[in-house]
């Protein structure tokens, strides 16, 4: 159980492209979803926490016009970096969590390595 | 963002040897969560406390909830190749119902046959 989708696992484009990435829990309703970052040899950075039906909370450092974030639904949630630029490069990770169960831990998609030449 | 503690950064162990990792924080966390990620690949859960001083094991993995509720280590018996990854420790909960997790920087394990 606790399976997270991500899509896609790789994407190379070019400079000023606009990037989708899905996240889906594909057995469970996620009432939040986390979106991070990750550098080479670094730990994970959260950028935004996801409710669904509500706006993203960004963290701080992070743009909101850059990185739009929708979770339309409960199984749901989207990345899109707009205008990406060859610093966008990185390692995007996706995590789901049900609000249902206290305590429950967060499952973590494959992530989505972007390349912006 | 605050980070926890955790060490070692890397290891080289031999095949068959015991691993021993830890996390260390300043603050309290209501839950302490050990994944282990491959590269190109997101973390994957090991283990997850729940209590203070809780001692949990999975298969040839076993982890501690410190009693201050501020550590947690994650130890690795009869380690094989399939072990190597970079472990991160997280701990989750700083407020109520939060569900954000505050990651350690890794450990990357290196096991030669």
């Known amino acids: 159980g606790a399976v997270v989708s991500q899509h896609p696992s790789r994407v190379i484009c070019k400079s000023g492209t606009s990037v989708k990435i899905e996240c889906r829990s594909l057995?469970?309703?996620?009432?939040?979803m986390f979106w991070y970052r990750q550098f080479p040899k670094k730990s994970l950075m959260l950028m935004a926490t996801s409710n669904e039906g509500s706006k993203a909370t960004y963290e701080q450092g992070v743009e909101k016009d850059k990185f739009l974030i929708n979770h339309a639904s409960l199984t749901l949630s989207t990345l899109t970096v707009t205008s990406a630029h060859p610093e966008d490069s990185s390692f995007y990770i996706c995590?789901?969590?049900?609000?249902?169960?206290?305590?429950?831990?967060?499952?973590f998609g494959d992530g989505t390595r972007l390349s912006i030449l | 963002g605050q980070q926890l503690n955790q060490s070692p950064q890397s290891m080289f162990i031999q095949e068959g040897e015991d691993v021993s990792m830890n996390c260390t924080s300043s603050s309290i966390f209501n839950t302490w969560l050990w994944y282990k990620q491959d590269p190109g690949e997101g973390p994957v859960l090991l283990i997850a406390?729940?209590?203070?001083?809780e001692l949990t094991s999975n298969g040839r993995l076993t982890a501690q909830f410190g009693i201050t509720r501020k550590d947690s280590f994650l130890n690795i018996s009869a380690s094989i190749p399939s072990d190597v990854g970079i472990y991160f420790c997280?701990?989750?909960?700083?407020?109520?119902?939060?569900?954000?997790?505050?990651f350690g920087k890794g450990t990357k394990l290196s096991v030669i046959p």
């Open positions: 997280a701990g989750q909960g700083l407020g109520a119902g939060s569900y954000q997790l505050t």
């Open positions: 406390l729940y209590k203070a001083g």
């Open positions: 057995d469970f309703q996620a009432t939040t």
């Open positions: 995590s789901a969590v049900t609000g249902h169960l206290k305590g429950q831990p967060q499952h």
